[in-house]
């Protein structure tokens, strides 16, 4: 089992739509948890970071369940900018920063 | 201000070649990173520097030999790489902000290895 899963999508979705995407993490000792965005052939950029009380930020809602041990990103009134590689970022304090990306969820926006 | 600078943003070199890679920030934060991306994967972890002192090394081979002279400088040092080495690789770090590890990442530098 991968220690941090994503579905690779790719998410195809009308500009304005609502569009969520699903992350699951296996270590239960993850300490930091992450939403990045990246554009192709670009680095990632950050784009939010998620918490069990949950965080919004504009039209991008990010939220924890520790019990559950996954992560959400919700976007509303999807725009065609945010088509894009979103990454799901898991970090372990093990003495360094043990930092695991998930695979990445593709979203295309159209018109 | 989340800048993070790397040098050079190409870089195509032979497999007998010793070449190295440059990253810099400014921003005071405690840990500096190093990852490998090839097309169409997700970032892989390769090192981790935490107060310049190596604290993971993902079992990179030798070929690939991180150095931190210094707490703004995370240089990766190359020789003898294999063609399959040719990736994006990308330097971060990262600063405890609310209570979360965050971290920034480079432009990466591309490289080709023939």
């Known amino acids: 089992r991968k220690e941090v899963e994503q579905d690779p999508g790719p998410f195809n979705v009308p500009e304005g739509a609502t569009v969520a995407f699903n992350c699951t993490y296996s270590?239960?000792?993850?300490?930091?948890f992450f939403w990045y965005r990246q554009d192709c052939r670009k680095e990632p950029k950050l784009l939010m970071s998620?918490?069990?009380s949950g965080n919004e930020d504009g039209r991008f809602t990010a939220q924890l369940n520790r019990a559950s041990q996954y992560i959400s990103l919700l976007i509303r009134d999807s725009k065609l900018s945010d088509s894009a590689t979103y990454l799901c970022?898991?970090?372990?304090?093990?003495?360094?920063?043990?930092?695991?990306f998930g695979a990445g969820t593709r979203l295309f926006v159209k018109a | 201000d989340t800048e993070v600078t790397q040098t050079p943003k190409h870089l195509v070199m032979g497999m007998t070649n010793k070449k190295s890679l440059k990253c810099e920030q400014h921003?005071?934060?405690?840990?500096m990173y190093w990852y490998k991306q090839k097309a169409k994967k997700p970032p892989e972890l390769m090192f981790v520097?935490?107060?310049?002192?190596?604290?993971i090394n993902e079992s990179v081979p030798s070929r690939f030999s991180p150095e931190c002279p210094n707490s703004s400088l995370l240089n990766l040092h190359l020789h003898a790489l294999q063609p399959e080495d040719s990736a994006l690789y990308l330097c971060?770090?990262?600063?405890?902000?609310?209570?979360?590890?965050?971290?920034?990442f480079g432009p990466g530098t591309r490289l080709l290895v023939l």
């Open positions: 998620v918490y069990s």
């Open positions: 520097y935490s107060y310049e002192k190596l604290s």
């Open positions: 971060a770090s990262s600063q405890r902000t609310s209570g979360q590890e965050t971290q920034y």
């Open positions: 921003m005071g934060h405690r840990a």
């Open positions: 970022v898991v970090i372990l304090d093990t003495g360094g920063f043990k930092t695991i």
């Open positions: 270590n239960s000792a993850s300490q930091s």
